[in-house]
């Protein structure tokens, strides 16, 4: 019989939590024949990555997977029948759901996906028990990771020979600039895609851009810093089919994409500005330089993460491109006594050759670490 999945996600802000679920989602059911059932609280940012998702409805199918409206009222007799339950980012369980889990038997197996982090404390917290304090059920903790003793990460079959036939091809990637209405890059030139959060380096970036001596054209979806973008162009936003240029940089806005056509765009751009979770997880599958903005922590509890990121990332690195890669990660998330955007852009360019021959070399290292849906898949067989 087919196993049964029920994936629970609560949306907190912006994509990524929509959007880490719905790959896995996509990946258990596609790949590894499963029933899934996916229940979201707030549709609305899946409909965004996802064309065909109807955020209107409680209940619809798509892609195989039965999504589901995840109400406060979350009273029996809701179905408590899956085989595993997947609580991401430890978003809860509804509590009737959890008592009609303790009837089944065998109990459901339970795991807790964290946020992706590349601390080395996750290697010791990754799939360990944690039994619930009042019921006769077990949570067991996947932390994706970076390292073999981590839950690794999403990476769909066929991803990376994907990427490599659109990256070898002239024509994919000219066919894919014209969907866009964006001309295909001219020689010389640096493409840089933008996703970001609102913060004062853009504007010095944008700038550095405009009077620096290469020329640069920047991919914008539509509604990402959209505040910033207006103010620098004084209400002059570029929009689809009409980019702006001023000295060296020229802006292109493009729709926010699906998330299939997204990973294109990354592996379309020379350089990837990128953020949060997911977005930063596919521009290292993407195998292009890239710069990451970390989600903002209160109490500054990113930089941990960033700056073991960054070790991680750069250990390979000779000195000069690993200090290029600390100095724009480090500028581009306003860390305190970091250089200027314009000067960590022109080390970060002047490096680009070798932090692209790394790119290539890193995600390959990555492919090389347990792939997350087939390890939560193993393990729930091996518990079941
Ligand atoms: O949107 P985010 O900032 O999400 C964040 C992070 O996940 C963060 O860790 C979490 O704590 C917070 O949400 C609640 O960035 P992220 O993770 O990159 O997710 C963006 C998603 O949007 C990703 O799945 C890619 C997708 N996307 C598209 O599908 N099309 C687009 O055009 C763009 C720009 C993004």
């Not at 596609?30 to 059932?37: F, I, K, M, N």
């Not at 996906?113 to 006769?136: D, F, K, M, T, V």
């Not at 910033?228 to 060296?248: C, E, K, M």
Request: net charge neutral.
């Amino acid at each position: 019989m087919t196993a049964r999945w029920d994936i629970f996600c609560k949306v907190v802000d912006n994509f990524g939590d929509a959007g880490v679920a719905w790959r896995l989602a996509r990946q258990l059911s596609q790949e590894h024949s499963l029933a899934v059932r996916l229940w979201i609280d707030d549709p609305r940012s899946l409909a965004r990555m996802s064309p065909g998702v109807d955020a209107s409805q409680d209940r619809q199918f798509h892609a195989g997977i039965e999504l589901r409206r995840w109400r406060e009222t979350f009273a029996e007799p809701e179905p408590a029948d899956a085989d595993v339950v997947v609580e991401a980012f430890g978003c809860g369980l509804p509590e009737a759901y959890v008592n009609a889990m303790t009837r089944r038997s065998p109990a459901p197996v339970w795991f807790v996906l964290e946020y992706l982090s590349a601390e080395s404390w996750i290697g010791g917290g990754h799939g360990l028990p944690s039994p619930h304090p009042r019921l006769p059920l077990t949570r067991r903790f996947w932390f994706p990771g970076f390292t073999p003793a981590s839950g690794g990460l999403l990476r769909e079959r066929g991803l990376l020979e994907s990427r490599d036939a659109f990256q070898r091809g002239a024509r994919a990637r000219a066919d894919f600039w014209s969907s866009l209405s964006v001309p295909d890059s001219a020689a010389g030139e640096c493409r840089v895609s933008l996703f970001c959060y609102p913060h004062p380096a853009l504007p010095a970036l944008l700038d550095a851009w405009a009077d620096g001596d290469d020329a640069v054209s920047c991919v914008v979806p539509d509604g990402v810093a959209t505040g910033a973008l207006d103010a620098w162009t004084g209400g002059n936003v570029p929009h689809a089919g009409r980019p702006l240029s001023r000295g060296r940089l020229t802006l292109h806005a493009i729709p926010f994409l699906s998330q299939e056509t997204y990973d294109r765009l990354l592996w379309a751009c020379d350089v990837n500005f990128v953020r949060g979770e997911d977005s930063f997880v596919r521009a290292q599958w993407a195998a292009r330089p890239f710069v990451w903005h970390i989600y903002p922590q209160a109490n500054e509890a990113h930089r941990r993460k960033l700056d073991a990121f960054v070790n991680r990332y750069a250990a390979a690195l000779e000195p000069p491109e690993a200090t290029a890669v600390r100095r724009i990660f480090r500028a581009w998330n306003g860390v305190a006594g970091a250089e200027g955007m314009d000067d960590a852009w022109r080390s970060f360019a002047a490096a680009r050759p070798a932090i692209a021959q790394h790119a290539a070399a890193w995600s390959r290292q990555l492919a090389a670490l347990p792939e997350l849906a087939s390890g939560l898949v193993k393990a729930s067989l091996d518990r079941i």
